[in-house]
């Protein structure tokens, strides 16, 4: 069973800057999709940044792009969200997904996409 860890949330101000990461493990073979989305209170859940593991060809929602960069590194089985410039509204539960399924390529910013979830890390931006 595959497993992912995030960490590296926390509390910052206007501004700041924050570095995620997501450790995979007990994967049966290489993931093809990797990638965070959060949710905020009353909010449904939003794809945020996700990679596509193997070109490392990365998307991003409108809301963070020049501000937050998805990255790997394929040797510690980590993916990883610097996230610069928060804002208030970036405030919310920050999850990791993967997927083994090359379909997951078609539609790589839908959660529908995604078969493994990390527990979530919370990120907090005060203004």
């Known amino acids: 069973q595959g497993q992912l860890v995030e960490s590296g949330g926390g509390s910052v101000q206007t501004g700041g800057s924050l570095r995620l990461s997501c450790a995979a493990s007990k994967f049966p073979y290489r993931r093809y999709c990797a990638g965070w989305f959060r949710q905020a209170p009353g909010k449904e859940r939003e794809a945020v940044a996700t990679i596509n593991v193997f070109t490392y060809h990365d998307y991003y929602a409108d809301s963070v792009k020049g501000r937050f960069t998805i990255s790997q590194d394929s040797a510690r089985n980590t993916v990883y969200l610097q996230m610069n410039s928060l804002r208030p509204e970036d405030t919310a539960m920050y999850y990791c997904?993967?997927?083994?399924?090359?379909?997951?390529?078609?539609?790589?910013?839908?959660?529908?996409?995604?078969?493994?979830w990390g527990q979530g890390t919370q990120v907090t931006v005060s203004s």
């Open positions: 997904a993967a997927d083994l399924r090359s379909s997951c390529l078609t539609q790589i910013m839908s959660s529908s996409s995604y078969d493994y």
